[in-house]
């Protein structure tokens, strides 16, 4: 075989295509969805290549239609997770030693299928799996997805290119091993992106990976897989297993060579895990890496020179998009007391514009929450504000579950800046505002800060640039992103890395090299080209 020192291709984003009326891609994907919604799959487990099937199943149903039946999904043994465990040590054999660039080539393709032949079907999938519109499955399944792929293999070859310094009298150098031991990658329902991410991400640098995706995401899990199959993951490198998360878990972190966890998740669950590690330590043969991104209860802050239009924007997308079930969305809001009257009115306006309902009629901008259980806890909220004279609903506060779980976008007004949906993470479509006397700026901002147990994303809106500088300094904690006079949701690979701290996770941001050097484990080598023989130094005499 040649040697040569390979450059990959420079990654770009992948463009967003618009589906306007009219577009191929538009009529295209409307057929693939049309034609998966008739269809019945099952989703098997995969375990060292072998599609596996046992007893026990569960059914996937669209969010937005849950009495239909779009397939059934296999549930794992412990068994089963237990032989996902040992193949992929088996495969990791010789997965850790192939060379880089074969690695970089598999998820380069993956990438460029998605980008084409397998775009459709991906993006159908999340509408169906996940009730998202086209324009949120487009930037997620799709483009979200392609960009990872790409940009992690070009952050891959950057960080292959740090080395140390050298002599005359020996050469250093570092070599950028796997982890020993296998990869946990536990994914949310709510990005198609970041499901295909955690495992290729650390599959990428040269381990192998359990994974286990949300049981509200498996079916467009299923396209996930399958794409990196046809791109040439070989066998046992990505095992994917689904069923009790607590007895996948703890099989998985029985295991001595369990090296690291890669999960987007509740913060509950998270600190459980973290428990457990910290509990099994001393059967680890490493100490195991642990990667977290969990909640956030993520603000906006509008100053009085703010622009009420911009403003009124940001809380429309930032709160209601993809119904407020993004890490990132908006769910707190400080206004300020000068412009409050005409950002509601502008926020009133446009929410009284939105279409709800199946993501199948792309005039519909909100559609169905994932499950019931999140319908029933949304439901609870809405019903408290409604009783509660220091509350004032202003727009939604309806909801019907008879056909899918819709939930209408919801803004509530509070006298009380602590009131309960100003703390508590709902992931859904509700807004709390608190608007506040435009002299009490720093105090506000003191406020945000100190509200939330959460610091993943926020947003500052002013004219202001002392202002803007003021919320900058002591906000500096309260946001893993931070925007500036922008919604805070949107984070592009490559642009925005993303993620947080305090109790949204450990902010190893995802989307760039940072996450990356999580999942190697550097070994230092020096060659000395001429060794001593004399053990005696000059000093001695």
């Given at each position: 075989m040649g040697n040569?020192?390979?450059?990959?291709?420079?990654?770009?984003?992948?463009?967003?295509?618009?589906?306007?009326?009219?577009?191929?891609?538009?009529?295209?994907?409307?057929?693939?969805?049309?034609?998966?919604?008739?269809?019945?799959?099952?989703?098997?487990?995969?375990?060292?290549?072998?599609?596996?099937?046992?007893?026990?199943?569960?059914?996937?149903?669209?969010?937005?239609?849950?009495?239909?039946?779009?397939?059934?999904?296999?549930?794992?043994?412990?068994?089963?997770?237990e032989d996902a465990i040992s193949t992929s040590l088996e495969a990791r054999k010789k997965w850790a030693v192939m060379p880089w660039e074969q690695r970089a080539?598999?998820?380069?393709?993956?990438?460029?299928?998605?980008?084409?032949?397998?775009?459709?079907?991906?993006?159908?999938?999340?509408?169906?799996?996940?009730?998202?519109?086209?324009?949120?499955?487009?930037?997620d399944a799709a483009c979200e997805l392609i960009d990872f792929l790409r940009y992690n293999v070009q952050y891959m070859t950057e960080i292959y290119a740090e080395q140390p310094e050298s002599t005359s009298a020996?050469?250093?150098?570092?070599?950028?091993?796997?982890?020993?031991?296998?990869?946990?990658?536990?994914?949310?329902?709510?990005?198609?992106?970041?499901?295909?991410?955690?495992?290729?991400?650390?599959?990428?640098?040269?381990?192998?990976?359990?994974?286990?995706p949300s049981d509200s995401q498996v079916y467009s899990a299923k396209v996930v897989l399958d794409v990196f199959r046809e791109a040439g993951v070989p066998a046992g490198v990505i095992n994917m297993v689904m069923g009790d998360p607590v007895m996948i878990t703890d099989t998985v972190l029985a295991s001595p060579d369990f090296s690291g966890i890669h999960f987007t998740g509740s913060t509950d669950v998270f600190k459980d895990i973290w428990q457990k590690v910290g509990t099994n330590i001393h059967n680890y043969k490493t100490y195991p890496r642990i990667v977290g991104e969990t909640g956030g209860k993520d603000f906006i802050?509008?100053?009085?020179?703010?622009?009420?239009?911009?403003?009124?924007?940001?809380?429309?997308?930032?709160?209601?998009?993809?119904?407020?079930?993004?890490?990132?969305?908006?769910?707190?809001?400080?206004?300020?007391?000068?412009?409050?009257?005409?950002?509601?009115?502008?926020?009133?306006?446009?929410?009284?514009?939105?279409?709800?309902?199946?993501?199948?009629?792309?005039?519909?901008?909100?559609?169905?929450?994932?499950?019931?259980?999140?319908?029933?806890k949304l439901a609870k909220y809405i019903d408290a504000a409604k009783k509660d004279k220091n509350a004032e609903i202003i727009a939604g506060g309806n909801y019907d579950k008879s056909k899918g779980y819709f939930i209408e976008p919801t803004v509530i007004v509070v006298k009380d800046p602590k009131y309960t949906t100003m703390c508590t993470e709902l992931f859904g479509p509700v807004l709390t505002v608190y608007v506040y006397d435009d002299k009490k700026w720093e105090e506000t901002l003191h406020l945000v800060d100190e509200t939330s147990e959460y610091a993943l994303t926020g947003a500052v809106f002013s004219e202001d640039r002392y202002a803007l500088e003021e919320a900058v300094k002591i906000l500096e904690n309260a946001a893993g992103n931070f925007y500036i006079n922008d919604k805070p949701t949107g984070a592009v690979v490559g642009q925005q890395p993303f993620g947080g701290a305090r109790a949204s996770g450990t902010n190893d941001k995802a989307g760039s090299k940072q996450n990356l050097y999580r999942w190697i484990s550097p070994r230092m080598v020096k060659e000395t080209f001429v060794s001593p023989t004399d053990y005696r130094y000059p000093f001695l005499g």
């Open positions: 040569g020192f390979f450059e990959v291709p420079i990654a770009v984003n992948e463009p967003i295509k618009s589906y306007a009326p009219g577009s191929a891609e538009r009529e295209e994907v409307l057929e693939t969805y049309r034609k998966m919604y008739k269809a019945k799959i099952e989703v098997p487990l995969f375990i060292n290549g072998e599609e596996v099937k046992t007893k026990e199943t569960a059914t996937m149903s669209p969010p937005h239609d849950h009495k239909h039946v779009l397939g059934t999904y296999y549930k794992a043994t412990k068994k089963n997770v080539g598999i998820f380069l393709r993956a990438a460029e299928l998605i980008a084409g032949p397998y775009r459709a079907k991906i993006n159908a999938a999340t509408m169906l799996a996940q009730s998202k519109n086209i324009y949120q499955a487009e930037i020996a050469w250093n150098r570092i070599e950028y091993r796997p982890l020993e031991g296998f990869v946990y990658a536990i994914t949310p329902f709510n990005f198609t992106a970041i499901a295909g991410n955690l495992p290729a991400s650390a599959a990428l640098m040269g381990n192998v990976v359990l994974w286990k802050v509008a100053h009085k020179t703010s622009d009420p239009k911009q403003v009124a924007t940001a809380m429309a997308r930032g709160a209601f998009e993809f119904q407020g079930q993004k890490c990132s969305a908006a769910s707190r809001c400080y206004i300020s007391k000068t412009i409050w009257e005409d950002v509601k009115k502008y926020l009133i306006d446009d929410i009284r514009s939105f279409k709800m309902g199946t993501p199948e009629d792309m005039g519909n901008f909100i559609t169905a929450v994932i499950h019931e259980g999140s319908f029933d």
